[in-house]
């Protein structure tokens, strides 16, 4: 089975400064990891995803993660927040064999502050 | 550009009370989706569908849900007898194949029971 872990419900960073969001995932297979974004009162949308590709992927909005086999991790970063990157974010994990479907973490709320 | 869409926005029902949550996935896509997320909760994989059949539920998808694609464009989610705890953002998705690529969502729709 497959599971996601974010660390930290709520993450407030100043603007400017280094956004790190953090994904530990678990699957038995190889897995597709994905990042995406709900900004308020909106749908999900996709920032990035990791295909067994490169492993260091980037996204929209100068948003990138790093795939890290050892670590079981995919964290999210960017280099300099922007008030606008304030929302929800949700790192999900797939292997996209047969039925299975993204399996979602909890989200990790950022907020951007002036 | 493609996107799926969902309707209304924005439902309040009574208790007891049946509701039909409409969906409109990419015109290509094979593979449907219904999500919901609980008001701060993580996102919930409620059920898959492909090929006119349910492929995979949760446990959350039970009796009282019920999917349907009834014309080939609409994917619908209804809830037979709904209950407060149904309150949620409900999230459809479709894809186009079990690979790599990206599920889209659509915008959710926000179910109240009161």
């Known amino acids: 089975a497959q599971s996601v872990t974010q660390l930290g419900s709520h993450v407030s960073v100043s603007e400017g400064a280094l956004v790190l969001l953090r994904c530990n995932y678990s699957?038995?297979?190889?897995?597709?990891l994905f990042w995406y974004v709900q900004y308020p009162n909106q749908g999900l949308q996709l920032l990035l995803k990791?295909?067994?590709?490169?492993?260091l992927v980037k996204g929209i909005n100068g948003f990138e993660a790093e795939f890290k086999k050892s670590e079981t991790s995919f964290h999210l970063t960017k280099p300099s927040a922007h008030m606008s990157d304030a929302a929800e974010y949700f790192c999900?994990?797939?292997?996209?064999?047969?039925?299975?479907?993204?399996?979602f973490g909890k989200g990790t709320r950022l907020s951007v502050i002036a | 550009e493609p996107e799926v869409t969902q309707t209304p926005s924005h439902q309040v029902t009574q208790m007891g009370q049946e509701v039909i949550l409409r969906c409109v996935p990419i015109?290509?896509?094979?593979?449907f989706y219904w999500y919901r997320q609980i008001l701060g909760q993580k996102v919930e994989f409620l059920v898959s569908?492909?090929?006119?059949?349910?492929?995979?539920k949760s446990e959350i998808f039970d009796d009282q849900f019920s999917v349907e694609r009834p014309d080939g464009s609409n994917f619908t989610l209804k809830i037979r007898s709904t209950k407060l705890e149904d309150s949620a953002m409900y999230f459809c998705?479709?894809?186009?194949?079990?690979?790599?690529?990206?599920?889209?969502f659509g915008q959710g729709t926000r179910l109240t029971v009161v």
């Open positions: 999900a994990v797939s292997d996209f064999s047969g039925n299975t479907p993204l399996v």
């Open positions: 699957s038995s297979v190889p897995p597709y």
């Open positions: 990791y295909t067994s590709a490169a492993t």
């Open positions: 015109s290509n896509h094979l593979y």
């Open positions: 569908f492909y090929n006119n059949e349910i492929s995979e």
């Open positions: 998705a479709s894809l186009y194949q079990r690979d790599n690529t990206e599920a889209f």
